[in-house]
């Protein structure tokens, strides 16, 4: 290791050191100098950043937990329903007419708008256990619901049995060239109709496919399109 | 029986978690009011995916993922309104000795640029790896560790600049 690669982690990650930098240390004098500089440094952001915190937060949110109805998950629920779509009221078109419709008027419950939830608040914590793509499985999912295989220049950032009401789905995460985008693939039951939600940031198409059905989600309603041209 | 452990085991995320995030939370709204709000949307979000949660020991990081998310998500419906004069009494002790620095610290914290300093509170709050916070903020490995040697330097030097004025008054 010379002088430039250990500056680089040590100001990137001063706090995991490897033995490879330890023996750099030991021989460096200006490297030593700065790595305590940057123990330094850490200590005093360490210190400005480490505000009060109120009394009594803990409890607070525990009481408000056990006040509260006690909650049923949103995506499992949800996905035993089929509502009635297109009976919105409130909604948007986009440029070539397309009616994108708002979670206020479907409902938290809608299998679109718990799909978006779903992605925001559990897909990040799935992403991180990075476990392998079984190709195979995967090709099959897609295959019964007569849709095609990511192109090249997609790739597969996740792939895995989704439990839901009515049996295993699938979910599946793709890096495409315009953006990340979730498939949820929905077991046994097809949606009546195809609808378009926007909620939190998040743009879902929910629609029939050719056993089941699909949902998906990414940042807008053109990655949304242009995922949905891709597989279908 | 289920809901006894799962009841448990969420009470000893919020004792273990709730102070951590309302910092996360505060130093990404700035607002002391907003931070707890958040922490409390945080925390029922996290019960109702709960059944998601397959490893408990993850939860720390699916935890900092739904502040962030939630922030975002408030700043979608409206800008908060920060009175610096009001906060500055309220989160530093001017009774210490190292006050001086974390006054200096914070500011230039605060002057940070969005993207420079949100890796940087994951890293040093969070404990989180460069390749974890690559995750949660969804982008590489790589662009994280140049924005936290850009936070780094940058603080460096206002630590530099606070240091030297100090030693030129005395």
């Known amino acids: ?111 679109a708008v718990a799909a978006i939830a779903h992605v925001l608040d559990e897909e990040p914590q799935m992403l991180m256990e990075n476990r392998g793509v079984d190709r195979v499985m995967m090709r099959a999912a897609f295959t019964r619901r007569g849709l095609r295989m990511p192109a090249n220049g997609t790739t597969v950032r996740y792939f895995d049995k989704c439990p839901m009401t009515g049996g295993a789905g699938e979910h599946v995460v793709l890096q495409t060239p315009f953006g990340q985008v979730t498939v949820i693939l929905v077991p046994d039951q097809r949606f009546a109709s195809r609808v378009v939600v926007s909620d939190r940031g998040k743009t879902a198409v929910a629609s029939p496919a050719r056993t089941g059905s699909y949902i998906l989600i990414a940042d807008s309603l053109a990655s949304v399109r242009r995922a949905e041209q891709l597989l279908r | 029986m289920l809901i006894e452990t799962k009841n448990s085991k969420f009470e000893s995320l919020v004792r273990a978690y709730s102070a951590e995030l309302y910092r996360y939370a ?27 949660l397959r490893d408990v020991k993850a939860a720390k ?33 001017t009774a210490g ?42 982008i590489s490995a790589g662009a994280v560790m140049t924005r936290l040697t850009r936070a780094r330097l940058a ?16």
Request: with cysteine.
């Open chain 1, 1 to 111: 290791m010379n002088c430039f690669e250990f500056r680089r982690m040590m100001l990137a990650e001063p706090r995991s050191r490897t033995a490879e930098q330890e023996r750099h240390l030991a021989q460096c004098t200006a490297c030593a100098a700065l790595a305590r500089e940057m123990e330094g440094l850490d200590a005093r952001i360490h210190d400005a950043i480490h505000v009060p915190v109120p009394e009594g937060l803990a409890e607070r949110v525990l009481l408000r937990q056990k006040i509260r109805a006690p909650a049923v998950r949103a995506w499992a629920v949800a996905a035993s329903l089929v509502a009635a779509l297109g009976t919105g009221i409130y909604f948007y078109r986009a440029s070539d007419g397309e009616r994108v419709l708002t979670a206020a008027v479907l409902g938290v419950k809608h299998p």
């Open chain 2, 26 to 52: 505060y130093w990404l709204c700035r607002d002391r009011f907003v931070a707890e709000d958040l922490v409390q949307e945080t925390f029922t979000r996290a019960w109702q995916g709960w059944d998601g």
């Open chain 2, 61 to 93: 990081g699916w935890l900092y993922t739904i502040v962030r998310n939630e922030h975002a998500r408030l700043f979608e419906r409206k800008r908060i309104e920060i009175d610096d004069a009001q906060e500055l009494d309220e989160i530093v002790d």
């Open chain 2, 97 to 138: 000795g190292a006050a001086y620095e974390r006054f200096e610290m914070r500011d230039a914290l605060e002057a940070l640029p969005k993207p420079y300093r949100e890796p940087l509170l994951l890293q040093v709050l969070g404990g989180f790896s460069c390749a974890e916070i690559a995750t949660m903020m969804n």
């Open chain 2, 155 to 170: 603080l460096r030097k206002v630590s530099g600049a606070a240091t030297g004025r100090r030693m030129n008054a005395r």
